[in-house]
């Protein structure tokens, strides 16, 4: 028997801001059950809010912010992607490997270049 081989992912999600609260929460549950689903268990989970979008995507400016730490099997990635782009309320997507979970999030100011 093949043993399934499991990784460590952080995701990035960006729901529209167009959304109800209540319609928001049950959009990004979608997305947590759908990792569930395939074998996979949510480490921790980055509410960042709403915020500006660096640039406007689909006629939209602003959108709910979400970061999301879960191991899941390596094939259900891909299965997890197919289902992301039927996701209406769900303006962009990122799944990268990592080492580790961060519990908390910080981000540097930019230098401004004169």
């Known amino acids: 028997m093949k043993k399934e081989r499991k990784g460590l992912y952080e995701g990035m999600y960006i729901l529209s801001a167009t959304l109800s609260d209540e319609s ?5 549950e979608k997305i947590t059950d759908g990792i569930v689903q395939k074998g996979g268990e949510i480490r921790k989970i980055h509410e960042q809010g709403r915020r500006r979008l660096a640039y406007e995507i689909d006629g939209k400016r602003e959108g709910f912010y ?23 309320d769900l303006i962009r997507f990122m799944t990268m490997k990592v080492e580790n979970v961060q519990e908390t999030l910080e981000f540097k100011p930019l ?3 004169s």
């Open 24 to 28: 928001r929460k049950k959009a990004f």
């Open 66 to 88: 979400y970061v999301l730490y879960f191991s899941a099997p390596t094939q259900a990635i891909l299965e997890l992607w197919k289902d992301y782009h039927l996701h209406e």
């Open 111 to 113: 230098k401004i270049q």
